[in-house]
C-alpha cells in the first residue's frame, strides 16, 4: 500500500522577492540604485553619527584607504603563499601595533569579534593542552567582568565554554580585581580586562587582574579593541595612562581593532599573543579531505585582502604624530562633552572616561535616555542608547573620534535640546502588562509575519517620519530580563530580513 505522501514544505511566506535579472542591468543604473538605498543610512563622515563609525575629519586618508582597498580587493588572504603581498603587508601592519603595545606576535583579523574569539580558542586549547581548564570538572570557563563585550560570551558559545560573569565596582564601573579572584575556579582558562570597556570607556586595573591570573596559573587577555590604538597615543601625548599591554606581567593576549581609532575601513583588527606557540594555538589546519591543504589563521578561510590593504594604507598615511593629533583632539572633544554635560539640568557622565567614550546617564525620571535619543535623531544626530543591565542605569553612549572637535559645542547643543524636548515629551508608555505577556509569551508559536503583526499591535513601528520610534522598543526591552530581550532580539532580526518589518 503507497504510504501517505510527505506534506509539502510550506510555501515561503513574506513580501515578493526580487529575481535575478535575467539579463546584466547597465552600470550606471546599478550604481545609481547603490547610491539611492543607502541615502536611507546614517551618514559615516562628518561626526554627527557619534558611534560605529570613527572619521578623522580628513578626507584625503579615507580616499586613500578606498584606493589601496580596490588595489587588494580580488587578492584571496586565503593562501599567503599565492599572494606573497598579503604576508608582507600583515607583518609591518603587526609590526606597527606590537611596536606600541608591548611587543608579542599577532593575527590580523576581520574585527575585534573575530580576535576575541582566537584569543579565547587559544587559551582554551592552550590550557586543554597543559592539562588546565580541569576538563574533568566540566566545560572550560572564562572570568570576565560584566562590562565586557559579548564577544566574549559569543565566542564562549562558539567554542563550547561557560562565561562567569563578575560585577564591576557600581562607582567607577571598573573590574574588581577581588571579586575576579574569588570567581576563579579550577575550569577557569582565561581571565578578562578592558581597556577601556566599551560603554564606559573606564580602564579595567589591568596590572592586578593579571597578576591574579597569573598567580593562579590562567592566561589573561586585555580587550583592547576600542582603546589599543588610543590609548598609546595619548600617553605619548602626555597624559597619564595606566600600563594595559602586553608589558604587563601576566598579560598572555591583547585585541586591538584597527577599524576603530586606527581609522581602517571595517575589516580590521589585530590579536597580539606574548607566546608564539600560544599564537600557533590560534591557527587551524586541516589535511581531512581530498582538495588544496587549508591552514588558517583565522576563522575565515576565502578572504579579500581589502581590509588588510586599506589599514595598511590608513597607518602609513597617519602615522605616529597623526594619531597623537588625533588622538588628542578626541580626548579633548570628550573633556568638553563632560563638562558640558554637567551644565545640563537631569544629565550625568558614568564614571570617568579615561578614553574619549562617553556614557550620558539621566536622573530625572521625567528626562528618558531614550527618548533623548530619537529627538537627536530628528535633529539629524545619532546618540547610541545603552540599556540597563545589573544596576547600570541605561544611557547614550557616545565615542568621540578626530572629527568630533570640531563639532562639538553642536553636539552639546543638540544634547541639551533633546534632553528638554525630552523632559516635555515624557518617557514612553510601557504597560507593565506588556512586558509581562512578552516575558511569558511562547515565541517559538509565531512565525516571521505573527511576531512582526505583534510588534506592530504594541505600537513598535515606522514614526511618521519614516523612521522608527526606537524609544518604545528601547523601553520595552529595557524592562525585560537579558534572556528576554536576547530572545526578542533574534526574532526582530529574523523578520527584519524577511521583510516583515
Ligand atoms: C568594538 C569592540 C569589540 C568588538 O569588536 P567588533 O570589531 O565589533 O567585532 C570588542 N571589545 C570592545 C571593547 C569593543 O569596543
Redesign the pocket.
Known amino acids: 500500500m503507497p504510504s501517505e505522501p510527505p506534506t509539502p514544505p510550506r510555501e515561503p511566506t513574506g513580501p515578493p522577492r526580487s529575481p535575478l535579472p535575467e539579463h546584466g542591468r547597465p552600470a550606471d543604473e546599478i550604481l545609481a540604485e547603490l547610491e539611492r538605498l543607502t541615502a536611507a543610512d546614517l551618514p559615516v563622515r562628518g561626526g554627527q553619527v557619534t558611534a560605529y563609525v570613527y572619521d578623522t575629519g580628513r578626507a584625503e586618508i579615507h580616499d586613500l584607504a578606498s584606493r589601496a582597498y580596490l588595489e587588494m580587493l580580488e587578492v584571496n588572504g586565503l593562501d599567503p603563499t599565492a599572494f606573497p603581498s598579503i604576508v608582507a603587508l600583515e607583518r609591518q601592519v603587526l609590526d606597527a601595533v606590537a611596536g606600541r603595545l608591548g611587543g608579542g606576535t599577532g593575527i590580523f583579523t ?7 574569539m582566537l584569543a579565547v580558542k587559544a587559551a582554551r586549547d592552550t590550557a586543554a593542552a597543559a592539562g588546565g581548564g580541569d576538563a574533568a570538572a566540566g566545560r572550560p570557563e572564562i572570568v570576565v567582568p560584566n562590562t ?2 559579548p ?1 566574549f560570551h559569543k565566542a564562549a558559545h562558539y567554542l563550547g565554554m561557560d562565561v562567569v560573569t563578575v560585577p564591576a565596582d557600581a562607582a567607577t564601573f571598573r573590574a574588581d580585581p577581588a571579586a575576579t579572584a574569588a570567581a576563579m575556579t579550577p575550569r577557569t582558562v582565561l581571565v578578562v580586562a ?1 581597556a ?3 560603554p564606559h570607556g573606564v580602564i579595567d586595573p589591568v596590572a592586578d587582574i593579571a597578576s591574579l591570573a597569573a598567580e593562579a596559573g590562567v592566561m589573561c587577555h586585555v ?5 589599543g590604538w588610543m590609548l598609546p597615543w595619548l600617553r605619548e601625548s602626555g597624559r597619564d595612562v595606566p600600563p594595559f599591554d602586553l608589558s604587563v606581567p601576566g598579560v598572555t593576549s591583547l ?1 586591538c ?1 584597527l ?2 581609532y586606527g581609522y581602517a575601513p ?1 575589516g580590521a ?1 589585530v590579536v597580539l599573543f606574548r607566546d608564539e606557540r600560544v599564537r600557533r594555538r590560534a591557527y587551524f589546519a586541516s589535511a581531512e579531505w581530498p582538495g588544496y591543504t587549508v591552514i588558517n589563521s583565522t576563522v575565515q578561510s576565502s578572504k579579500s585582502a581589502g581590509p588588510l590593504g586599506a589599514a595598511w594604507a590608513t597607518m602609513m598615511a597617519i602615522g605616529a604624530q597623526g594619531y597623537r593629533d588625533l588622538a588628542a583632539g578626541a580626548m579633548r572633544a570628550a573633556e568638553r562633552l563632560v563638562a558640558g554635560v554637567a551644565g545640563i539640568p537631569g544629565l550625568r557622565v558614568l564614571g570617568t572616561p579615561d578614553a574619549p567614550l562617553v556614557a550620558v546617564a539621566s536622573d530625572d525620571p521625567a528626562l528618558d535616555v531614550f527618548v533623548l535619543a530619537d529627538e537627536a535623531r530628528a535633529r539629524g544626530w545619532f546618540f547610541q542608547p545603552q540599556l540597563s543591565y545589573q544596576g547600570i542605569p541605561a544611557n547614550v553612549h557616545f565615542t568621540l573620534t578626530g572629527v568630533s572637535l570640531a563639532g562639538v559645542e553642536a553636539l552639546l547643543e543638540t544634547l541639551a535640546e533633546s534632553a528638554k524636548a525630552a523632559r516635555d515629551a515624557g518617557p514612553p508608555d510601557v504597560p507593565a502588562e506588556l512586558t509581562d505577556a512578552l516575558s511569558s509569551l511562547d515565541l517559538d508559536a509565531l512565525d516571521d509575519e505573527g511576531f512582526a503583526g505583534l510588534l506592530g499591535s504594541v505600537g513598535v513601528g515606522l514614526g511618521s517620519g519614516g523612521q522608527p520610534e526606537m524609544a518604545v522598543v528601547n523601553a520595552i526591552l529595557n524592562a525585560l530580563p537579558p534572556a528576554t530581550r536576547e530572545e526578542l532580539l533574534v526574532r526582530f532580526l529574523s523578520a527584519l530580513y524577511s521583510g516583515h518589518v
Open positions: 576581520s574585527g575585534g569579534t573575530e580576535s576575541i565586557a563585550h564577544a578592558s577601556p570597556s566599551y580587550d583592547a579593541c576600542v582603546g585585541s581593532d577599524h576603530k571595517k583588527s
